[in-house]
C-alpha cells in the first residue's frame, strides 16, 4: 500500500516562529504537493513539484516556501507564521500521468 | 479557477440516491472524484478522461460531458458509509499540471 506520512497530525506555534511540514511517501512518487484546507474553500495547492529540486508555485504560495532534496521527501516551511495560516495542511504524491492522488493524514497547524 | 460543485450539503435516507455535479468555466481533460470522511485524508474514487476512459471503483458511478465541461458522481442506494465530504479535482490539458479542486459537497446520509 502506498503511504504518506507527515510528521505531525496537530501543531501549536507562535506568530513569528518558522515552522517546518515535513511529507515522506513511500512508493517512489514523482510528484509531490501541498494543499491547505479550509472550511468552505475546500482544497487550495500551496506548492508542487515534479521531480528532486524541482518545485512549482500554486494557487496560494505566499508566506510558504518549500523544499525537496530528496525525492521521497516534501517539505513545506512557513517562514514566520501568522495567525491566518492557521489551517489543515494536507501533503499528497502520485506517480504521475493519469492517476491517483494519495493523500497524507493532515497536519492541523494553529498558530496563536 | 476552482470548479462549482453542486448542491453544497445533502441529507439522504439509507437507501436514497444522490447526484453530485462539477462544472468548470474551462475546457477539461480530467476529472477527479475524492471522497474525505470527518478527520481523514481524502480517498480516491474515480478518475472520468478526455474520450471516454475511466479508472476507478467499480462500485462508484460517473459521468464526464466533455462539451459542457462537467461531470457528475452517482451514489445510488446510499449507505451510512457514504457519508462524508466529496470533492471534484479537474485539470485543463493532460501531462503535469495539478488539480484544481472544488469546495466539496458535503453528504450525510441517516437511518
Known amino acids: 500500500d502506498v503511504k504518506v506520512t507527515q510528521s505531525s497530525r496537530y501543531l501549536v506555534k507562535r506568530t513569528g516562529e518558522k515552522v517546518f511540514l515535513e511529507c515522506v511517501q513511500d512508493m517512489d512518487h514523482e510528484n509531490m504537493f501541498w494543499y491547505r484546507q479550509d472550511p468552505g474553500l475546500g482544497l487550495r495547492l500551496i506548492y508542487f513539484s515534479y521531480d528532486v529540486k524541482m518545485k512549482e508555485k500554486g494557487d496560494i504560495p505566499e508566506g510558504y516556501s518549500v523544499s525537496r532534496e530528496k525525492k521521497e521527501r516534501f517539505s513545506l516551511i512557513l517562514e514566520s507564521a501568522s495567525t491566518n495560516q492557521t489551517s489543515m495542511y494536507l501533503c499528497?504524491?502520485?506517480?504521475?500521468?493519469?492517476?491517483?492522488?494519495?493523500f497524507g493524514p493532515g497536519t492541523r497547524l494553529t498558530v496563536l | 479557477q476552482q470548479p462549482v460543485q453542486s448542491p453544497q450539503a445533502v441529507i439522504l435516507r439509507e437507501g436514497e440516491d444522490a447526484v453530485i455535479n462539477c462544472s468548470s468555466s474551462k475546457a477539461l481533460y480530467s476529472v477527479h472524484w475524492y471522497r474525505q470522511k470527518h478527520g481523514e485524508a481524502p480517498v480516491f474514487l474515480m478518475i472520468l478522461l478526455k474520450g471516454g476512459e475511466q479508472k476507478g471503483h467499480d462500485k462508484i458511478s460517473a459521468s464526464f460531458n466533455e462539451k459542457k465541461q462537467q461531470s457528475s458522481l452517482y451514489l445510488t442506494a446510499s449507505q451510512l458509509s457514504y457519508s462524508g465530504t466529496y470533492f471534484c479535482?479537474?485539470?485543463?490539458?493532460?501531462?503535469?499540471?495539478?488539480?484544481?479542486f472544488g469546495k466539496g459537497t458535503r453528504l450525510s446520509v441517516i437511518a
Open positions: 499528497a504524491s502520485n506517480p504521475g500521468g493519469d492517476n491517483e492522488q494519495f
Open positions: 479535482g479537474t485539470e485543463s490539458r493532460s501531462g503535469n499540471t495539478p488539480l484544481v
